[in-house]
């Protein structure tokens, strides 16, 4: 069965790094679209950056320059590097992979991982 994991989230200070991992399981990672998103305590779900299968990447206007998505394949792991750490980052962030097959939408999310900037 598809399963996404996330880790690495924490307690960071302001303008530290962190970064966030996504592991895979049960399937073949490389031909799926990965996303993260973020979400607070009375607002919904914010779609952070994503990663097409084919390389393309989008980031949200918050976190430009400072946010990377990348992806390791081989490893089926997704990764978000987070730098300059604001405190409006603070959320819970979730990883996202998605594809379609025969006109057949396909899309897991993981558990969350809570990061929280503060001094």
């Known amino acids: 069965q598809v399963r996404l994991v996330e880790s690495g989230g924490g307690l960071v200070q302001p303008g530290g790094s962190l970064r966030l991992s996504c592991a895979a399981s049960?399937?073949?990672?490389?031909?799926?679209?990965m996303g993260w998103y973020r979400q607070t305590p009375g607002k919904q779900r914010e779609l952070v950056a994503i990663?097409?299968?084919?390389?393309?990447?989008n980031y949200a206007d918050s976190v430009k320059g400072r946010f990377t998505i990348s992806r390791d394949n081989a490893k089926d792991t997704g990764y978000l590097q987070m730098n300059s750490l604001k405190p409006e980052d603070t959320a819970v962030y979730y990883c996202?992979?998605?594809?379609?097959?025969?006109?057949?939408?396909?899309?897991?999310w993981g558990q969350g991982t809570q990061v929280t900037v503060s001094s």
């Open positions: 049960g399937t073949s990672f490389s031909t799926y679209n």
């Open positions: 990663l097409s299968s084919g390389g393309t990447t």
């Open positions: 996202n992979a998605g594809r379609v097959i025969m006109a057949v939408r396909y899309e897991y």
